[in-house]
C-alpha cells in the first residue's frame, strides 16, 4: 500500500511564484530588492558586536546608528519585494473567500486608489525633509555617531520611488487580467494616483521655472505666494489652482492617450 506523505509546509521563493506573468518591472523591482536583503545579515553581525563590545565595556554609538540604518533600509526596499510578490500580511477576513474577478479588482483598487497615492505622499513629505538634511549636513547626535545623516534621509525619499515602482508594476500587471492594459486604461483605471503625481509635476515645474527668473529680493516664501499658487473659491468650496490645473491635464493626458491607441488599433 503507498503512503502518501502530507505537505504540510513548503519553502519557495516569493519572487519566482508566478514569474511567467510578471512585468519588467516586477523583475526590476525583485533584483534589487534580493539585493537589499542582503542587508539584513549584516544587521545581525552589527547588533551581535554591539551586544559584545558593549559587555566589554566598549560601547560604540556609530554601531547603534549603523543599526538604524540598516534597518531602515531593508524595511523600505522589503516594502516594493512585498508588493510585487504579494507576500504581505493580509488582515481581510473577507477577501480569501471571494471569486477570482474580485479578488483582482479589489488588489486593483487597494493599490491604484489607496496605496500608491499613500507612497506619493510620502515622496513629496521626505523630500523637503531630506534637503533640508543635505542643506544642514544633518550628522548624529552623538560625536561618535554616524555622521552624514542626510545619506539615510535621501535615500528614504529615493526608496518611495522603488515602491512605487513596484506598486505601479503590480497594478498593470493585475490590469492586464482583466483587459488589454493599454495607457490610457492604465492612467484611466489609476485616476487618484495619476493625478497626484501630474499635479506634483506641475507644482514642482512651476516653483522651479518661477524660482529661476524671481526677483532677487523674492525668498522661495514669495514665489510660492504667487496667484498660480492661490485659491479658486467657487461658492464655499475652494481649490488650488495647481490642483485644478493637474485634474484637467490628467484628463487631456487619458483623451490624447485614447485617440493613438484607437489609431493604433
Given amino acids: 500500500m503507498a503512503e502518501h506523505q502530507e505537505?504540510?509546509?513548503?519553502?519557495?521563493?516569493?519572487?519566482?511564484?508566478?514569474?511567467?506573468?510578471?512585468?519588467?518591472?516586477?523583475?526590476?523591482?525583485?533584483?534589487?530588492?534580493?539585493?537589499?536583503?542582503?542587508?539584513?545579515?549584516?544587521?545581525?553581525?552589527?547588533?551581535?558586536?554591539?551586544?559584545?563590545?558593549?559587555?566589554?565595556?566598549?560601547?560604540?554609538?556609530?554601531?547603534?546608528?549603523?543599526?538604524?540604518?540598516?534597518?531602515?533600509?531593508?524595511?523600505l526596499m522589503g516594502i516594493g519585494y512585498a508588493v510585487t510578490t504579494n507576500s504581505h500580511v493580509r488582515v481581510d477576513i473577507f477577501y480569501d473567500n471571494f471569486e477570482k474577478r474580485k479578488r483582482i479588482v479589489t488588489d486593483i483598487f487597494g493599490l491604484a486608489w489607496l496605496f500608491l497615492p499613500f507612497i506619493i505622499l510620502c515622496w513629496d513629505v521626505t523630500l523637503d525633509y531630506a534637503l533640508t538634511s543635505i542643506r544642514a549636513d544633518e550628522g548624529s547626535d552623538s560625536p561618535n555617531g554616524l555622521h552624514n545623516l542626510w545619506l539615510l534621509k535621501s535615500f528614504m525619499n529615493v526608496s518611495f520611488v522603488f515602491i512605487a515602482v513596484a506598486v505601479w508594476s503590480a497594478y498593470v500587471r493585475l490590469l492586464g487580467k482583466l483587459t488589454r492594459p493599454a495607457l490610457w486604461k492604465q492612467m484611466f483605471f489609476a485616476f487618484p494616483s495619476v493625478a497626484y503625481a501630474i499635479n506634483l509635476i506641475f507644482y514642482y515645474s512651476c516653483f522651479s521655472l518661477l524660482y529661476a527668473t524671481r526677483d532677487p529680493e523674492m525668498t522661495s516664501r514669495d514665489v510660492g505666494r504667487l496667484p498660480i499658487f492661490g485659491v479658486w473659491e467657487f461658492g464655499q468650496q475652494e481649490m488650488r489652482w495647481t490642483v485644478l490645473a493637474a485634474l484637467v491635464l490628467t484628463v487631456a493626458a487619458i483623451v490624447i492617450a485614447r485617440l493613438f491607441a484607437r489609431k493604433e488599433a
Wanted: hydrophobic residues 55%; aromatic residues 8%.
Fill in 7 to 75: 505537505v504540510v509546509a513548503a519553502i519557495s521563493d516569493p519572487g519566482e511564484i508566478g514569474r511567467a506573468e510578471q512585468n519588467c518591472g516586477d523583475r526590476a523591482v525583485i533584483r534589487v530588492a534580493n539585493l537589499a536583503a542582503w542587508l539584513f545579515p549584516i544587521l545581525m553581525l552589527a547588533i551581535c558586536a554591539q551586544v559584545v563590545l558593549r559587555q566589554a565595556g566598549h560601547n560604540q554609538a556609530w554601531l547603534d546608528d549603523l543599526q538604524w540604518w540598516l534597518y531602515g533600509a531593508a524595511v
